[in-house]
């Protein structure tokens, strides 16, 4: 089935641990975002991708890392987990830069930190 | 700094009846306005656009009106009907220089009620 899949779906760990969230895309986007969300937040953006190995920082990035090595692959790294970081991550494909740059989400990773 | 507000985060609604949900925002750099609709443990899904240079823009019973000068846009759903009952996200576009991004509003819960 095409569109955007987010692995986990369910995670919960403990505070200081690494957490890594795949996002995998079979619609050969070149944009790819993570944003999380947060009640009272709406949804905020962590990182974007506007090209495999093109990455930047959005309004959310402390504590975060990402990667992407191939088209269809974003990851996205918490390397020492927070009770912070608790949140529901969505990640975001989108095909062009101009227009009305419709993003197509995945159902989301909720993620505990304990 | 909240670019992108959404000040009711709930509404209730009668079946058939008009349903309007609101959006402010303070960047007039802004070029394109979209709604997305979110339902539980899913990602939000696009529901209509509206270009900056239009004042209205209509796709069956949803109608997104925009007003520049006072940095409104509103979302007219009508009739209003039980499957509309989600969340739904006001989104900005900007551009970054290298990918266009969307900063999302706080969101605002419809219940339409029988």
């Known amino acids: 089935d095409a569109g955007i899949t987010q692995s986990p779906r369910h995670k919960v760990t403990e505070t200081g641990t690494p957490v890594t969230l795949r996002c995998h895309q079979t619609?050969?986007?070149?944009?790819m975002y993570w944003y999380r969300q947060d009640p009272g937040h709406g949804l905020r953006l962590i990182h974007y991708?506007?090209?495999?190995?093109?990455?930047d920082k959005g309004e959310v990035s402390d504590g975060y890392s990402v990667s992407r090595s191939k088209t269809e692959d974003f990851l996205l790294t918490l390397e020492s987990a927070t009770s912070s970081q608790t949140s529901v991550y969505f990640c975001?494909?989108?095909?062009?830069?101009?227009?009305?740059?419709?993003?197509?989400f995945g159902a989301g990773s909720r993620l505990t930190v304990l | 700094d909240q670019q992108v507000k959404q000040n009711s985060p709930s509404l209730s609604v009668q079946e058939g009846r008009i349903s309007i949900l609101n959006c402010d925002y303070t960047?007039?750099?802004?070029?394109?306005f979209l709604w997305y609709k979110k339902y539980p443990a899913e990602g939000p899904t696009f529901l209509i656009s509206?270009?900056?240079?239009?004042d209205k823009n209509e796709d069956g019973r949803f109608t997104v009106f925009l007003n520049k000068s006072a940095k409104h846009l509103s979302l007219h759903i009508v009739p209003s009907q039980p499957g509309d009952s989600a969340v739904y996200f006001c989104?900005?576009?900007?551009?970054?220089?290298?990918?266009?991004?969307?900063?999302f509003g706080t969101g605002t819960r419809l219940q339409v009620t029988l």
């Open positions: 975001a494909s989108a095909e062009t830069f101009s227009g009305a740059n419709v993003l197509t």
């Open positions: 619609e050969n986007h070149r944009y």
């Open positions: 991708s506007y090209g495999v190995k093109d990455t």
């Open positions: 960047n007039s750099m802004f070029d394109y």
């Open positions: 509206i270009s900056s240079i239009k």
């Open positions: 989104a900005a576009r900007g551009d970054t220089g290298t990918a266009s991004k969307l900063t």
